[in-house]
């Protein structure tokens, strides 16, 4: 069974910075693509930042370079740092893996729960 937690979301004021988790547990042979999204209220969940091994690593354009997404293979966790924060950028955010648990199976996508990030004076 595989799991992905988010934490690491909050209060932070405008300019300031967060970095959110997104740890993998259970059985997990190999992850490949790894993603980050967002969602408001009302709002489709948009897609952040995705990360792909030998391919550009993608941002939305509304993050730009704010945003930075990286994985430690070793301890299958992922993550989100977010400088210069800003009040749009205020949603919940939610991790995705594409994730092979054993070597006999096939790739499936898993999203964690989500985490709220909150950017207000």
């Known amino acids: 069974q595989v799991q992905l937690v988010e934490s690491g979301g909050g209060y932070v004021q405008p300019g300031g910075s967060l970095r959110l988790s997104c740890k993998v547990s259970?059985?997990?042979?190999?992850?490949?693509?790894i993603e980050w999204f967002r969602q408001t209220p009302g709002s489709q969940r948009e897609l952040v930042a995705r990360l792909t091994h030998g391919v550009p690593t993608f941002y939305a354009d509304s993050v730009g370079d704010r945003f930075t997404i990286s994985k430690d293979s070793a301890e299958n966790t992922m993550y989100l740092q977010m400088n210069n924060l800003k009040p749009e950028d205020t949603a919940v955010y939610y991790c995705?893996?594409?994730?092979?648990?054993?070597?006999?199976?096939?790739?499936?996508?898993?999203w964690g729960r989500g985490t709220q990030v909150t950017v207000s004076a």
């Open positions: 259970g059985s997990v042979w190999t992850i490949n693509t």
């Open positions: 995705k893996g594409n994730i092979r648990a054993t070597w006999y199976t096939i790739f499936h996508d898993y």
